[in-house]
């Protein structure tokens, strides 16, 4: 890996993440509305930015990388502002949703616009540890804002801490347009159907990382559900979720060498199987009642295993992308994130209200059984031709 250059999309992926990471918390604490609805808003995000991944991919391969990324910053740093009007000025959960969505199409650019970068800047004999490092620094990052914004709220404790989190991110940005530079390739077709793009040995996948990011929204809805509980401060909440994406994005970069090393297909088998019994143990623990800590530390080494998953995926999708579409590639990539976490969130909640922290696991269980039904049959098909 040429190690300086390939470093450089790193810190935008680190930055966006802080940031929506510390809205999501803020938004779960002071936006008005009920739990659904607040799983709603928490869903507008996510779903735009699937809606607008496409475009995002399309516009990466077209305008470059540098310009697709700067672009995304600004945009969400506008809307950021807007969200904040709306919870302090107008408290409408229905107009703070809207803000929320349309600042998902600026989290696209961005991470759609880096994917891009990373592609462009790893080889193929290196690109699964570059895209572990890419998937530890994205829920790393989120994690971390996650964290910040509980330590914002705690000691603001209203929606000033929108603001003081607008100052942080505005220091970024300068950062950003500073040093980040543009590793296009020149040359090749860049097709708008971004399937073209991609080979048939990445289909079956999708339906695996679907249920991942599902599973992703569902977890992040339940930081409010555990900050419910009484004596749980919102800080506690925040480190929760600091220290099981530690694990987890350590994991990915570990996954994402041995993929290098052993096969893509082979790592990910391995995270399979840490999902699903991860998930069997989670949801067996918390329908018992036991203490979420307590529950998330029994299956904390399947969910390592389970880190194996998404690295795997992305250096396939990264290997068999076209050279000159590998920013309509990612945004494949981004199209099921975005649905799948927005999805989540909105189920999440439903499940939390019906039957708790269990119900969210349970539904994460059942919703990763049917996607690896899906990926048995579409690999059955796809590459049976």
Known sequence: MRSVRSSLPYLPILMIRVG?????????????GNNLMIGIILASYPFVEA???????????RLGRRLTLIL?????????????????LVKN????????????????????????????LTERNHRGLGMGIFDFMNIFGYALGYMIGSILYQVMGNSTAFMALLALLLIFYVAIISYIIETKPSGGSVYLNPLRGVS???????????????????????????GSI?????????????????????????FGYMSDRLGRLRMMSIGVTGVAIGLMILAALLLMGVNPIIAVAASAPFIFMASAVVPSILALTGDE????????????YSLVLGFGM?????????????LGLGGIALLALLVFIMAFIFYAILRAILLKK
């Open 20 to 32: 929506s990471g510390a809205n999501t918390f803020l938004i779960s604490y002071l936006s008005p």
């Open 51 to 61: 809606l607008s991944s496409f475009i995002a991919g399309y516009m990466a391969d």
């Open 72 to 88: 995304g910053y600004t945009w969400i740093l506008i809307f950021m502002v807007m969200i904040y009007l709306a919870i302090t």
């Open 93 to 120: 959960p229905l107009l703070t949703a809207v803000f929320n969505g349309v600042m998902g199409f600026g989290a696209a650019l961005v991470l759609v616009s880096a994917l891009a970068m990373i592609t462009d």
């Open 200 to 226: 048939r040995k990445v289909i079956p996948t999708l339906p695996i990382w679907f249920s991942i990011t599902m599973i992703l929204g569902a977890a992040i809805y339940s930081g409010r559900a555990i």
């Open 230 to 254: 009484k004596g749980v401060m919102p800080i506690h909440v925040g480190a929760l979720f600091l220290g099981a994406t530690l694990v987890v994005g350590l994991g990915s970069v570990f």
């Open 321 to 332: 992308a076209l050279i000159s579409m590998r920013g309509s590639a990612m945004g494949l």
């Open 342 to 354: 927005g999805l989540g969130s909105i189920l999440g909640s439903y499940s939390y209200v019906k």
